[in-house]
């Protein structure tokens, strides 16, 4: 056993250091505070490292240095300890030997150490080319050894900083910092250390008034005059918040972990004092916490940049340009004429906005005019809401030509917006674990408004350009605007937020004056913001019934219009991977049909079915096929499969299939969707029981997620069906995969065996901690000619496949497939037929074990 300290074996150091570290866990998880804790941590490590220095001390002339956080005298749970041996030349042989030994030791008694030796030159030089180094260095501490060789150290480091350019590299740290992050504090599991608004933030302004010679601490800064006492001491609230989360994560973990994963915000939020309430889980409100707190952050530190800035690296000085009585634009940045404009006139802080909007050249505010702005947040209170000519101002900034999505970003970073919009205000933060959604209600919503936005400009007319088409005819687009503002604003309060958001969007409305058909129009899409999806993506519209149904409830051609937009952008808006060529196709189809409907056009079923006909008869003529060929095929077909495939379809079918009509082996064929994304797949074969589930498990097997399956029985006993699939992950070469679907799916068909049991799978880690509860509701349409099943779940592998066996073991006749797929989130609606489904109790047993099969 080796001797450590003193005599005192390593193993006895190890366990006294575990032993010490444990009460102070028990300590803070009792009633402990953030900052009496990182620096008990620093104290406990320093008392270890210096009894190993003064055993086992490589030389004299050294020195052991604390750097970075350590060096702070704060010193997190997990964290690296960051130590400098500082040598006063090249070590001997006999030194390096012992400094080996030394470290390692550091190591055996349970340290984990990020160490580096060198000396007052190579530290010089190291920290001029690496600002990471000058930086660890500014928050040097000497721990033991030779206190002149440190002085020496402390006193060039002190020479060699020039504040103006280490402002400089620590903006452009920042920067790509932020762009790593993607620019955003609100990520599903963010890093709450290099974050925007996470605790690098904080010590970035410190390290800066640091190497300024302002000082450390927040009240520094505040007897400077960069900050007021108020907003000192909120900075140290915010650091606090921040700092114990991370400490309650690292125990937590048991390691070092600085990302506030799924695996930890339920247990992370208990410890904090959050509980589930009905409409929100603990976790989402501690998110809310910490997202508040990020923002809050990044706007202090914006500030504080600025003036730093101003004070230690001014712009030269220009001449200002009067915009107008209250405002003057210097540079490009916005100045107030008067600096306390904003406590005299609230509504001024409106016309900032506006003011950016209209001069192109503006790229921001002055650090005096964003301060103020900062102190007079408390004005944008209800009186302010109730100003005929700020809320003139508000609606002129949404009808501006150019910047709207700019400035509302910047209203919500400013904390305007939800002062202005105090509904708006209760969402900022508020995440959705919902499956789907990956940003946050407030984000989201202006994404929804970006996605709005894009659609009136030329350069993107490629990306939708049926949007674009109608959007550059829709009079006062900026109703569309509003409607995406409320159409969730009322998430998380409970009931159902399509109709308090539409209160709110009403109140809205009338407190601004609107024209009862504007206001009307706004309402309506709140309303119904999720209807349009809803019904394309789960009920039959090719069912006439279906569309007359909807264009009924749309009642105009504005309204369908503006719905339809307000759709897409919403779609778009929940995250990158809800969005595809299929869902874009479906919206298409139904606004197309209705706006027929809506207009009159919509012809009679017999008619529709003629000119269905007529134009697959016309494309079979283009392969130099006879009308003739197609009678044998289309006499086994009924209405209901002309009213459900396109003429492309029925031609594609036709084309491949009327000379095999009482073919006893299974076809397959494949093509391109026509949406330009995934595949379509046509089975024909003689029809048997549990096909459909045989069908769902080969594609499960072979990565294929079915978006939807069109099931037909032909007359003469065949099953027809047509499946739409998608690659899992991006960049799917599906033209190379037509044969082997092909050619496999057609072998899976002629297999007699029981189907085999359903293979699982990993689920997501979002939805392992955030289980949507699944539902099932079965229940006959109508006109009772099928019943619809709808599931509800968290979404997984082999999902598809174990409904389909359950349909299979009831003997259930599957009719059509409406699968739905939102993130994480399935959303399945079947038509089916089958005797069961007229036993009650058949139907309560099919449903309990449908929900076991649906439990992640």
Not at 302 to 322: G, H, I, K, T, W
Request: one cysteine or more; charged letters at 25%; proline letters at 4%.
């Amino acid at each position: 056993m080796r001797a450590a300290a003193g005599g005192i074996p390593i193993d006895a150091l190890r366990d006294s250091l575990r032993q010490a570290r444990d009460g102070l866990r028990e300590a803070y998880l009792r009633a402990g505070t953030p900052g009496s804790l990182l620096r008990a941590h620093a104290r406990l490590i320093d008392r270890t490292l210096r009894e190993l220095w003064r055993a086992h001390c490589p030389s004299p002339a050294m020195t052991l240095v604390a750097t970075g956080g350590y060096g702070r005298g704060e010193l997190f749970p997990s964290s690296d300890v960051d130590v400098l041996i500082l040598l006063d030349g090249e070590p001997s042989a006999v030194e390096r030997e012992r400094l080996e030994r030394l470290i390692g030791m550091f190591w055996d008694v349970g340290l984990e150490i990020g160490h580096s030796a060198r000396t007052v030159d190579t530290c010089v030089e190291s920290a001029k080319a690496d600002i990471t180094i000058e930086t660890s260095l500014l928050e040097a501490r000497q721990l033991a050894g030779n206190a002149a060789l440190f002085r020496r150290l402390a006193r060039t480091i002190e020479r060699i900083i020039d504040p103006a350019a280490f402002l400089k590299a620590k903006q452009l740290e920042q920067e790509q910092r932020y762009a790593k992050h993607r620019d955003t504090p609100f990520a599903l599991e963010p890093n709450l250390k290099e974050a925007p608004g996470g605790l690098r933030d904080l010590q970035m302004i410190r390290w800066i008034a640091q190497a300024c010679g302002i000082g450390r601490r927040w009240r520094d800064l505040a007897d400077q005059g960069l900050l007021q006492r108020g907003e000192a001491l909120r900075l140290a609230r915010h650091e606090a918040f921040l700092q114990d989360l991370r400490i309650r994560l690292h125990y937590l973990a048991g390691r070092r972990e600085d990302r506030i994963v799924f695996d930890h915000q339920d247990a992370l939020a208990r410890q904090c004092g959050f509980a589930a309430t009905p409409s929100r889980r603990a976790s989402e409100q501690l998110m809310q916490s910490y997202y508040r707190n990020a923002k809050a952050i990044t706007q202090l530190n914006a500030m504080l940049l600025q003036n730093l800035e101003a004070r230690f690296d001014p712009a030269p000085e220009s001449e200002p340009r009067v915009l107008n009585e209250r405002f003057q634009a210097r540079g490009t940045l916005l100045e107030a004429r008067r600096e306390d404009l904003f406590e005299r006139e609230p509504r001024a802080i409106l016309e900032s906005f506006l003011l950016m909007q209209q001069h192109h050249d503006l790229r921001g505010m002055s650090a005096g005019t964003l301060r103020a702005l900062w102190r007079a947040r408390g004005r944008l209170d209800a009186r302010l809401r109730r100003d005929p000519l700020a809320q003139l101002l508000f609606v002129h900034i949404l009808q501006q030509p150019r910047g709207i999505v700019h400035e509302f970003r910047r209203m919500n970073q400013y904390d305007v917006l939800g002062g202005y919009l105090p509904e708006f205000g209760r969402v900022v933060g508020q995440m959705q674990h919902d499956l789907y959604h990956v940003y946050t209600v407030d984000q989201h919503i202006l994404m929804v408004l970006r996605n709005l936005r894009r659609f009136t400009m030329p350069e993107f007319a490629h990306e939708f350009p049926l949007c674009s088409q109608l959007m550059s005819g829709f009079e006062h687009r900026w109703l569309l605007y509003v409607a995406a503002l409320f159409h969730d604003i009322a998430k998380g309060r409970g009931g159902d937020h399509s109709e308090l958001g539409t209160a709110d969007a009403r109140r809205f409305c009338r407190r601004h004056g609107f024209a009862r058909e504007d206001t009307e129009l706004v309402a309506f899409l709140v309303e119904h913001h999720l209807t349009m999806s809803s019904v394309a993506q789960k009920q039959d519209v090719d069912d006439p019934a279906v569309a007359r149904d909807f264009a009924r409830m749309v009642g105009s051609e504005r309204r369908l219009t503006g719905l339809y937009l307000l759709t897409v952008a919403d779609i778009r808006g929940t995250s990158p991977k809800v969005w595809n060529g299929w869902k874009a196709k479906l919206l298409e189809d139904l606004f197309r049909l209705a706006r027929r409907i809506l207009a009159g056009e919509a012809p009679a079923l017999d008619t529709a079915i003629a000119e269905k006909q007529a134009e697959a008869t016309r494309l079979l003529r283009l392969y130099a096929l006879s009308d003739a060929v197609k009678d044998r095929f289309w006499s086994n077909l009924d209405t209901t499969y002309f009213l459900r495939h396109d003429p492309q379809e029925i031609a594609w079918q036709t084309r491949n299939l009327h000379y095999r009509v009482d073919t006893r082996v299974p076809v397959v064929r494949a093509r391109l969707a026509p949406f330009g994304e995934g595949l379509q797949v046509m089975i024909y074969t003689p029809d048997r029981e549990a096909l459909f589930a045989r069908i769902c498990g080969y594609f499960e097997r072979s990565g294929f997620n079915i978006v939807e399956a069109k099931i037909h029985t032909t007359r003469n006993g065949y099953a027809l069906d047509t499946f739409m699939v998608m690659g899992k992950g991006p960049g799917a070469h599906y033209r190379d995969l037509m044969a082997l679907i092909e050619s496999e799916l057609a072998q899976e068909l002629l297999a007699q065996g029981p189907l085999p049991a359903p293979r699982g799978g990993r689920v997501s880690r979002r939805v392992r901690h955030f289980p949507i509860p699944p539902a099932v509701d079965i229940r006959p349409d109508e006109r009772g000619a099928y019943h619809s099943m709808t599931i509800v779940a968290s979404d997984r592998p082999g999902l598809l496949y174990s409904v389909a066996r359950q349909l299979s073991e009831y003997h259930l006749n599957l009719h059509s497939a409406k699968i739905n797929t939102l993130g994480d989130r399935a959303e399945d609606v079947f038509l089916v037929t089958g005797p069961a489904l007229a036993d009650s109790k058949a139907v309560l047993r099919l449903e309990q074990q449908l929900m076991e099969e649906l439990q992640v």
